[in-house]
């Protein structure tokens, strides 16, 4: 069983640019949700997405926007980057299905963007 | 709405003495209760999860928690910490409405410190 996967693993850009992070989920799994990780902070949610539509979305503005494919794989995009959104950003899989993972996320490795 | 208060963003303790890492809730419906660790560099990975059925819970690397209503509190335990143990652990909430539709709050996290 493959576990989630992100790229890149690290990315430096400057400020005004655009970025797309990418996440494959684990096998199985039809919803992936993404998170911000600023430095000393815990995650905080941006959106997530089940069956490729968005299903619920957290306190960020229009310029996060994301996409998820019909292999449940996702993208995270970022425009108009800010300094302030140098973070880890953390893709999670799951299923809404139930079974003993039920309501369970699994994280991939993230990738740590540096905005300058 | 949703939140976690982690007291203590740093513990510090001895290698063989007790863990405890503190974690309260805020929640309007049953909650879903989770403790994920972080490593250096690396994604979260699941410790432990409350479902609502036993409030005693055990999770993987010798961990437990408890979870008790009245206090809406939901505490982290290891009866002797190990030097592999420091990491950074994080507490976190869902509204348990089960299905596709639900988020992550997390707290901001307690750094994990073992001294020889």
């Known amino acids: 069983e493959t576990g989630v996967t992100q790229s890149p693993t690290h990315l430096i850009k400057t400020r005004g640019q655009q970025v797309t992070l990418r996440c494959s989920s684990q096998?199985?799994?039809?919803?992936v949700s993404w998170y911000q990780q600023a430095l000393g902070q815990g995650p905080q949610f941006i959106f997530q997405?089940?069956?490729?539509?968005?299903?619920g979305r957290g306190n960020f503005p229009p310029r996060f926007s994301g996409l998820q494919f019909p292999n449940y794989s996702s993208e995270l995009n970022v425009n108009a980057l800010e300094l302030d959104d140098s973070a880890l950003y953390l893709c999670?899989?799951?299923?809404?299905?139930?079974?003993?993972?039920?309501?369970?996320?699994?994280f991939g490795p993230g990738t740590r963007l540096t905005v300058l | 709405a949703q939140s976690v208060t982690q007291l203590g963003s740093h513990v510090s303790v001895s290698e063989g003495a007790l863990v405890l890492l503190r974690c309260n809730y805020s929640?309007?419906?049953?909650?879903?209760l989770f403790w994920y660790v972080q490593y250096p560099n690396q994604g979260l990975q699941l410790l432990l999860k409350?479902?609502?059925?036993?409030?005693l819970v055990k999770g993987i690397n010798g961990f437990e928690a408890e979870f008790k209503k009245s206090e809406t509190s939901f505490h982290l335990t290891k009866p002797s910490a190990h030097m592999s143990d420091a990491a950074e652990y994080f507490c976190?909430?869902?509204?348990?409405?089960?299905?596709?539709?639900?988020?992550?709050?997390f707290g901001k996290g307690t750094l994990l410190t073992v001294n020889p």
């Open positions: 999670a899989s799951s299923s809404p299905d139930t079974g003993e993972n039920y309501n369970e996320q699994f």
């Open positions: 929640s309007s419906v049953p909650p879903y």
């Open positions: 096998s199985g799994h039809n919803t």
């Open positions: 976190a909430v869902s509204d348990g409405s089960g299905g596709s539709n639900y988020k992550l709050t």
């Open positions: 997405y089940y069956r490729e539509e968005e299903n």
């Open positions: 409350y479902t609502s059925a036993a409030t």
